[in-house]
Structures are given as C-alpha cells and as structure tokens.
C-alpha cells in the first residue's frame, strides 16, 4: 500500500508522477503502438482504443527490459499481443517487435517496421513514462505526429504485485535522471523541469531511491 511509506517520500513521489504524465488529446491515426512493460494493463488501453476505431492496427514492441526479465515466458511485445487478442483484437491486425529492450529502441525499431506511409501515431504506455517516450519519439521519430497516452491508473493503483511502490518511485526518480542527461546525447529533446520537481528529485535520491539512475 502506498500509505505505507513516509508522507514526505509519497508527496516526492506523487510529484514525480504528475511530472511525468502527458495524456494528450487523442484522434484517429495509422498506427496504435503499445510499449511493452510490466504492465499488462496497456496492452488493455492498446486494445480499447483500437476497438473505439482509433487506428486500423497495433505495433506492440519491447523484449525485456528492468522489470520484465523474468516476468513473461515470452518477449513483453508477445505477451502484450496475447493479452489483446484475449480482448478480442484480430491476429491479423497486431504487429510485434520482439527485439526492444528500451524507449529508444522501441521507437526506432516500430519506425522501421512501421513502413512509409505512417503520418499520425498513438503511442500508449505506462503513465509515468508518457514524457520520456513523448521527448524521445520528438527526437527519433520527428517526421511524425505523434499522440501519447496511456491507461488512466492513479499513483495508489499503479504498483502490482510483480512491480510494488518501490519499484515505481525508483523508475520515476531514473526516468527524470535521463531526461537530464539524454538531450545532449541525442536520445531525447530536452524537457523544462520545474523547481519543484527536482527538488522532489533529489530528496528521493537523498532517501534512497537511486536504483534506476
């Protein structure tokens, strides 16, 4: 349970968390692309969206990444399209990129699979990494529109059993860490932080939470 954890290190985090997400207006594009995770629940969102005539088909990618090494029997972009076939999506209209083992290599790789007449996509992730792909996407991908979303979980609802809250507020104290030092390497276009937020940041850090830097 979130309420677990010292109300200082839960008001750093849920900062965190509200930096990180983007949920942009969403309309009907070319290609939905789900971000494989620990996080079943996008693929879920993938599938919704896809049902409410978002985008003719789904481009699900990733291998493994910090959290899914043992989670899946299968590559997390396999597990993803199993989970929307359940959900009643076509087989045939269900991309997969098995290779990705992280946000750059997601987007690059689904650009190449993805072909040349892609003008809009729908990125769907996790909620805390919505900045992260939407800044990367901006740099890796920029011929394109891209929307980014993800499934509307609260903080409290975001750990499972397999990821629990430290897990969470390890990924977004690493996450803000990219930001700051991909722009230069051009992995990401550069993100505004706000005072709060790095703040926020640092007192994490300070407090133990420095396992994804």
Not at 51 to 65: C, D, E, H, V, Y
Request: charged residues 25%.
């Amino acid at each position: 349970m979130a309420t677990e954890l010292p109300p200082p290190v839960l008001r750093a985090a849920r900062t965190l968390w509200e930096y990180h997400l983007i949920y942009e207006p969403l309309s009907e594009a070319d290609l939905i692309i789900g971000f494989g995770s620990y996080d079943l629940r996008v693929a879920d969102h993938c599938a919704e969206l896809f049902q409410k005539g978002l985008a003719p088909r789904i481009l699900f990618t990733g291998k493994s990444g910090n959290w899914t090494g043992n989670l899946y029997e299968s590559s997390e972009a396999e597990a993803f399209a199993a989970r929307a076939m359940k959900l009643g999506i076509p087989e045939a209209s269900i991309l997969i990129e098995p290779r990705a083992t992280n946000i750059g290599e997601n987007i690059r790789f689904s650009r190449a699979m993805a072909g040349d007449d892609i003008q809009r996509v729908v990125m769907v992730t996790k909620p805390q990494t919505q900045r992260r792909v939407r800044a990367t996407a901006a740099s890796q991908w920029p011929e394109i529109e891209t929307l980014v979303t993800a499934p509307p979980t609260r903080f409290e609802d975001q750990p499972t059993e397999a990821y629990p809250l430290e897990n969470l507020i390890n990924e977004l104290v690493g996450d803000l860490h990219r930001m700051r030092i991909y722009p230069p390497k051009g992995y990401q276009i550069a993100q505004s932080i706000p005072a709060s937020v790095a703040d926020a940041f640092d007192f994490l850090v300070r407090k133990g939470y420095h396992h994804h830097l």
